[in-house]
């Protein structure tokens, strides 16, 4: 980046231009420095530049003073050096070194470094002055045209002050140049009988530009002069005034013809813009300029006021801000904001054109806040004021507020539009006193008119209302009453009652309420109100009363008026309808209730005050006295192992129900096993008992209970059988119960399953069946779970034989003779002892020989004796018979023995079959089978 100075087209910084102003011989240029973000960052400081008669004070450019670390902006985007701009700045002492500074345009600010008195300045460039807190006492400042001349002060206290000696000449001159003034105080003044602006142009010079951001200006003309304050010289239109900040005071001569702001002598208004700031603008005594607007005979041009606080006041023959008698005017006024005041004098408005001028529209915004004060004979505060009437309606629109706070409003040849936020007021105290309007123009109201003197002739539509009732009609000009600044109707009276409120259409109207349709044709919509009241009251002290019977109770029976004050009324004088029973009553002082009859009921008390009657109701119930008689009864079943609730009712001495008094009464029972808990009994004894009930106030009552027998669950079991405990025998078991009470239950067999100890017991039902004798336990077990044993013992019963053990003695030895020993058993198996006599007995071996129980073998081998017993039992027993050796043995002797010689004989026979005999059998085994005792047995039962 390159940092040079601003008229020069150097990319290095130079101290002074190239072509060095012929006034400034001693200047010196230093050698140029180039720089990347900031002078410093680059290792260069910042040359210094040098004039005669000035003190360098650095440099500056647009945004301030440069100083070694001031940052220089992005930079290069191409490669090429940006030039910063730079200029010099310079403090002035002197009279001539300020003249240089202002003439030679080297430097953009000049400062002042002590109080300066000067003769007349010129300022041939765009320069600032920086009062610096110094004064500035200077003959006359001439702005060169296209030149632009900025004041300001950036230390508290700096005032420039003018007074040119030239009558042609205006304090600052503006023609075709600009002046900027962001701060100090400018003190402009133009003498008697000037030509010239205070501030602004010289004779028939306009205004040029003059643009008051900061500071406080104070411009001022004199007597019989033809210039503004600020604006035009004579014949000079205003050029273009822009307010933004500040303190302004614009003030003209007596006998002056320039406005205080705006066109000199027959010079127009221009634009002029207030933005802000504090803006007093005054014409002199007998005046012809106006305050903001044209001079004498000067056109309005345009006026824009957007914000700030100003009061524009004439003493003259125009207005405070528009266009002048005799000015031929284009453009408008326009406010948009801010807090306006402007004020006429004598017949002049305060806002607008006064006589043949050409009529200006009027615009006043949202934000606006304007009081508009028409001299002491105006036709009109606003709009057009003399003669002749516009012949095309002129438009005054209002959005914001405009007070007219005296005077008149006239509409003749105006076409006013009060939008939705504007409103038309006397004043922000009084809004409803003011100016009269009169005239025959028309009005669009959206909005709101306050005032109240309003001529019939005017045609106002929109919000135009007559809101009539029984007591007046108020006529409204605005959404509701209230927002039109109007009271409803004088409030109505009707006997004791009290005005309520109105109605309309049915439904409730307040003066906020919005009024209904809009006038379309300039004649009021009607709103009919109807009243509403609150009508004077009867009343008992009480609505609801509870009473006691047989007790006398006060109650307190009045009548008050509709704003609720006590209305004297004679006892006498209320009709008084009450139900059988109760009694209402009047001593001296007060009204007593009494009643005997148990209930509820209404008391209608009526009385009659102008024809208009009130009535009073009191519901009241009378209430049983204390318990004198109880009843009792009860509930659920008076019943063994059964709970009744008793229930107690009393009644009064009067007979009236009390209903259940239960819970004050105690009962106890004649029966000590009854159990009584509060309202319930309990019973386990059957039979009749008497329950006593005794109220806590000592009345008692009884009541006999029959307790009924209740057969409860089987708790207790008792076993009995038929039939004949014995083998082989069935037994019929019976089980009878009894309950927890005691009570038989009867036979409960068949709920009951009975089990025995004894695993063989054949049990079917009640049925037990017995095979094996002896004690055992039956046990039964009701379905509830009660158990109960019985022990049995069941005897021994002897049956057939149903099963043998065969034995024998002797050898089984082949000759040999055994003895055959049959036991038995029956089914049961009981032992039958010997049963041998009972037995016949066959051999497999068909030579054996059998005699009775004796079995004599002839042969040696297996043999197989079946015992077969006479009840059909059999069992069989294997024998070996064994041969004996061969041997020669002396023949036995049986001569004595005819069975044994037979069987002898036999033997001897079989074994002449074998070749043995059996003599030889009998010495070979008879040492062998001589011992052998009993044989192999098989049981069988009977088949």
Same mark, same amino acid.
């Given at each position: 980046?390159?940092?040079?100075?601003?008229?020069?087209?150097?990319?290095?910084?130079?101290?002074?231009?190239?072509?060095?102003?012929?006034?400034?011989?001693?200047?010196?240029?230093?050698?140029?420095?180039?720089?990347?973000?900031?002078?410093?960052?680059?290792?260069?400081?910042?040359?210094?530049?040098?004039?005669?008669? /000035?003190?360098?004070?650095?440099? &500056?450019?647009?945004?301030?003073?440069?100083?070694?670390?001031?940052? /220089?902006? #992005?930079?290069?985007?191409?490669?090429?050096?940006?030039?910063?701009?730079?200029?010099?700045?310079?403090?002035?002492?002197?009279?001539?070194?300020?003249?240089?500074?202002?003439?030679?345009?080297?430097?953009?600010?000049?400062?002042?470094?002590?109080?300066?008195?000067?003769p007349?300045?010129?300022v041939?460039c765009?320069?600032?002055?920086?009062?610096?807190?110094?004064? /500035?006492?200077?003959?006359?400042?001439?702005?060169?045209?296209?030149?632009?001349?900025?004041?300001?002060?950036?230390?508290?206290?700096?005032?420039?002050?003018?007074?040119?000696?030239?009558?042609?000449?205006?304090?600052?001159?503006?023609?075709?140049?600009?002046?900027?003034?962001?701060?100090?105080?400018v @003190?402009?003044?133009?003498?008697?009988?000037?030509?010239?602006?205070?501030?602004?142009?010289?004779y028939?010079?306009?205004?040029?530009?003059?643009?008051?951001?900061?500071?406080?200006?104070?411009?001022?003309?004199?007597?019989?002069?033809?210039?503004?304050?600020?604006? *035009?010289?004579?014949?000079?239109?205003?050029?273009?005034?822009?307010?933004?900040?500040?303190t302004?005071?614009?003030?003209? *001569?007596?006998?002056?013809?320039?406005?205080?702001?705006?066109?000199?002598?027959?010079?127009?208004?221009?634009?002029?813009?207030?933005?802000?700031?504090?803006?007093?603008?005054?014409?002199?005594?007998?005046? !012809?300029?106006?305050?903001?607007?044209?001079?004498?005979?000067?056109?309005?041009?345009?006026?824009? =006021?957007?914000?700030?606080?100003?009061?524009?006041?004439?003493?003259?023959?125009?207005?405070?801000?528009?266009?002048?008698?005799?000015?031929?005017?284009?453009?408008?006024?326009v406010?948009?904001g801010?807090?306006?005041?402007?004020?006429?004098?004598?017949?002049?408005?305060?806002?607008?054109?006064?006589?043949?001028?050409?009529?200006?529209?009027?615009?006043?915004?949202?934000?606006?806040?304007?009081?508009?004060?028409?001299?002491?004979?105006?036709? &009109?505060?606003?709009?057009?004021?003399?003669?002749?009437?516009?012949?095309?309606?002129?438009?005054?629109?209002?959005?914001?507020?405009?007070?007219?706070?005296t005077?008149?409003?006239?509409?003749?040849?105006?076409?006013?539009?009060?939008?939705?936020?504007?409103?038309?007021?006397?004043?922000?105290?009084?809004?409803?006193?003011?100016?009269?309007?009169?005239?025959?123009?028309?009005?669009?109201?959206n909005?709101?008119?306050?005032?109240?003197?309003?001529?019939?002739?005017?045609?106002?539509?929109?919000?135009? !209302?007559?809101?009539?009732?029984?007591?007046?009609?108020?006529?409204? !000009?605005?959404?509701?009453?209230?927002?039109?600044?109007?009271?409803?109707p004088?409030?109505?009276t009707?006997?004791?009652?009290?005005?309520?409120?109105?109605?309309?259409?049915?439904?409730?109207?307040?003066?906020?309420?919005?009024?209904?349709?809009?006038?379309?044709?300039?004649?009021?919509?009607t709103?009919?109100?109807?009243? &509403?009241?609150?009508?004077?009251?009867?009343?008992? #002290?009480?609505? &609801? =009363?509870?009473?006691?019977?047989?007790?006398?109770?006060?109650?307190?029976?009045?009548?008050?008026?509709?704003?609720?004050?006590?209305?004297?009324?004679?006892?006498?004088?209320?009709?008084?309808?009450?139900?059988?029973?109760?009694?209402?009553?009047?001593?001296?002082?007060?009204?007593?209730?009494?009643?005997?009859?148990?209930?509820?009921?209404?008391?209608?008390?009526?009385t009659?005050?102008?024809g208009?009657? !009130?009535?009073?109701?009191?519901?009241?119930?009378?209430?049983?006295?204390?318990?004198?008689?109880?009843?009792?009864?009860?509930?659920?079943?008076?019943?063994?192992?059964?709970? =009744?609730?008793?229930?107690?009712?009393?009644?009064?001495?009067?007979?009236?129900?009390?209903?259940?008094?239960?819970?004050?009464?105690?009962?106890?029972?004649?029966?000590?096993?009854?159990?009584?808990? *509060?309202?319930?009994?309990?019973?386990?004894?059957?039979?009749?008992?008497i329950?006593?009930?005794?109220?806590?106030n000592?009345?008692?009552?009884?009541?006999?209970?029959?307790?009924?027998?209740?057969?409860?669950?089987?708790?207790?079991?008792?076993?009995?059988?038929?039939?004949?405990?014995?083998?082989?025998?069935?037994?019929t078991?019976?089980?009878?119960?009894?309950?927890?009470?005691?009570?038989?239950?009867?036979?409960?067999?068949?709920?009951?399953?009975?089990?025995s100890?004894?695993a063989?017991?054949?049990?079917?039902?009640?049925?037990?069946?017995?095979?094996?004798?002896?004690?055992?336990?039956?046990?039964?077990?009701?379905?509830?779970?009660?158990?109960?044993?019985?022990?049995?013992?069941?005897?021994?019963?002897?049956?057939?034989?149903?099963?043998?053990?065969?034995?024998?003695?002797?050898?089984?030895?082949?000759?040999?003779?055994?003895?055959?020993?049959?036991? *038995?058993?029956d089914?049961?198996?009981?032992?039958?002892?010997?049963?041998?006599?009972?037995?016949?007995?066959?051999?497999?071996?068909?030579?054996?020989?059998?005699?009775?129980?004796? =079995?004599?073998?002839?042969?040696?081998?297996?043999?197989?004796?079946?015992?077969?017993?006479?009840?059909?039992?059999?069992?069989?027993? /294997?024998?070996?018979? @064994?041969?004996?050796?061969?041997?020669?043995? @002396?023949?036995?002797?049986?001569?004595?023995?005819s069975?044994?010689?037979?069987?002898?004989?036999?033997?001897?026979?079989?074994?002449?079959?074998?070749?043995?005999?059996?003599?030889?059998?009998?010495?070979?085994?008879?040492?062998?089978?001589?011992?052998?005792?009993?044989?192999?047995?098989?049981?069988a039962r009977?088949?």
């Open positions: 980046m390159t940092v040079s100075p601003a008229d020069a087209p150097a990319t290095a910084l130079e101290a002074e231009p190239t072509a060095k102003p012929t006034d400034s011989p001693n200047t010196t240029e230093p050698e140029p420095a180039t720089a990347t973000d900031s002078p410093s960052k680059a290792d260069q400081a910042l040359p210094a530049a040098t004039r005669a008669g /000035l003190s360098f004070l650095g440099w &500056t450019r647009a945004d301030g003073l440069v100083e070694g670390d001031t940052d /220089l902006g #992005d930079g290069s985007t191409d490669g090429r050096a940006v030039p910063s701009d730079l200029a010099p700045a310079s403090s002035v002492s002197s009279a001539t070194a300020l003249a240089t500074a202002l003439t030679s345009c080297t430097d953009a600010t000049v400062r002042l470094a002590a109080d300066i008195v000067s007349a300045l010129t041939n765009d320069v600032t002055l920086d009062l610096s807190g110094h004064e /500035l006492d200077v003959a006359g400042v001439m702005i060169n045209r296209g030149k632009t001349f900025t004041i300001d002060d950036t230390t508290e206290g700096g005032v420039l002050s003018t007074s040119p000696e030239n009558i042609m000449a205006a304090g600052i001159q503006t023609p075709g140049a600009t002046l900027v003034i962001d701060g100090g105080t @003190e402009a003044t133009t003498g008697n009988n000037s030509y010239a602006a205070a501030i602004g142009g010289g028939n010079q306009s205004g040029g530009t003059v643009t008051i951001n900061g500071g406080t200006v104070d411009a001022t003309t004199g007597t019989d002069s033809s210039g503004a304050a600020i604006g *035009g010289g004579n014949s000079g239109a205003a050029g273009t005034i822009t307010i933004n900040g500040g302004v005071d614009a003030t003209t *001569g007596t006998d002056s013809y320039g406005a205080a702001i705006g066109g000199g002598n027959s010079g127009a208004a221009g634009t002029i813009t207030i933005n802000g700031g504090t803006v007093d603008a005054t014409t002199g005594t007998d005046s !012809y300029g106006a305050a903001i607007g044209g001079g004498n005979s000067g056109a309005a041009g345009t006026i824009t =006021i957007n914000g700030g606080t100003v009061d524009a006041r004439t003493n003259g023959t125009a207005v405070a801000i528009g266009a002048t008698p005799g000015g031929v005017s284009s453009g408008a006024i406010i948009t801010g807090t306006v005041k402007a004020r006429g004098f004598g017949e002049a408005g305060a806002i607008g054109s006064h006589r043949n001028s050409t009529p200006l529209p009027i615009e006043i915004g949202t934000d606006a806040h304007v009081t508009a004060i028409g001299g002491a004979t105006a036709a &009109t505060a606003v709009g057009h004021t003399g003669t002749p009437v516009p012949a095309t309606p002129l438009a005054i629109t209002i959005d914001g507020t405009l007070a007219v706070p005077g008149a409003l006239n509409t003749s040849g105006l076409d006013i539009t009060i939008g939705a936020t504007g409103q038309l007021i006397g004043s922000d105290d009084t809004p409803t006193t003011g100016a009269s309007l009169t005239g025959t123009g028309t009005i669009t109201n909005g709101v008119i306050a005032l109240t003197d309003v001529a019939n002739a005017i045609d106002i539509t929109g919000h135009h !209302y007559t809101v009539t009732a029984s007591t007046g009609t108020v006529t409204v !000009y605005g959404p509701t009453v209230q927002a039109g600044h109007r009271t409803l004088a409030t109505p009707r006997g004791a009652d009290s005005f309520a409120g109105w109605t309309h259409a049915d439904a409730p109207f307040t003066n906020t309420t919005p009024l209904p349709g809009t006038s379309t044709t300039g004649d009021p919509v709103i009919e109100l109807t009243p &509403t009241w609150t009508t004077g009251t009867a009343a008992f #002290d009480r609505t &609801t =009363i509870t009473i006691t019977a047989g007790r006398p109770t006060t109650v307190d029976l009045t009548l008050t008026n509709g704003d609720g004050d006590l209305v004297s009324i004679d006892p006498d004088d209320w009709t008084i309808d009450i139900p059988a029973g109760v009694a209402l009553t009047h001593d001296d002082s007060t009204w007593v209730l009494t009643g005997t009859t148990a209930g509820t009921g209404t008391i209608t008390a009526t009659t005050i102008d208009h009657s !009130y009535t009073a109701t009191l519901d009241f119930t009378v209430e049983p006295g204390p318990v004198a008689a109880i009843t009792l009864d009860l509930t659920g079943t008076a019943a063994q192992g059964e709970t =009744i609730t008793l229930t107690a009712t009393g009644t009064d001495r009067f007979g009236n129900d009390l209903g259940d008094v239960t819970g004050d009464v105690t009962f106890t029972s004649s029966i000590a096993s009854d159990v009584i808990d *509060g309202d319930q009994v309990s019973f386990t004894e059957a039979g009749t008992r329950v006593t009930a005794t109220h806590s000592g009345t008692t009552a009884t009541l006999a209970i029959n307790v009924a027998v209740v057969l409860d669950e089987v708790v207790t079991l008792d076993l009995a059988s038929t039939g004949t405990p014995a083998q082989g025998e069935t037994i078991l019976t089980a009878t119960g009894t309950d927890r009470f005691n009570n038989d239950l009867g036979d409960v067999t068949g709920d009951v399953t009975f089990t100890s004894i063989s017991d054949v049990i079917d039902g009640d049925e037990v069946s017995f095979t094996k004798a002896g004690k055992r336990t039956i046990t039964a077990t009701h379905t509830n779970g009660t158990v109960a044993t019985l022990l049995v013992d069941v005897a021994v019963v002897l049956g057939e034989v149903d099963g043998m053990e065969v034995g024998f003695t002797g050898a089984a030895r082949q000759g040999d003779t055994i003895v055959v020993t049959v036991t *038995g058993t089914r049961f198996g009981n032992a039958l002892g010997d049963v041998t006599d009972d037995v016949t007995f066959t051999s497999s071996v068909p030579t054996d020989v059998i005699a009775g129980n004796r =079995i004599t073998f002839p042969h040696a081998s297996p043999h197989t004796i079946t015992a077969t017993h006479t009840d059909g039992a059999t069992s069989t027993l /294997l024998i070996e018979v @064994e041969p004996l050796p061969v041997a020669v043995d @002396e023949p036995t002797d049986h001569a004595d023995d069975e044994a010689t037979a069987k002898q004989a036999q033997d001897d026979a079989a074994l002449a079959e074998t070749g043995s005999t059996a003599t030889a059998w009998w010495f070979a085994c008879g040492l062998a089978l001589l011992l052998a005792g009993v044989g192999t047995t098989r049981r009977r088949r």
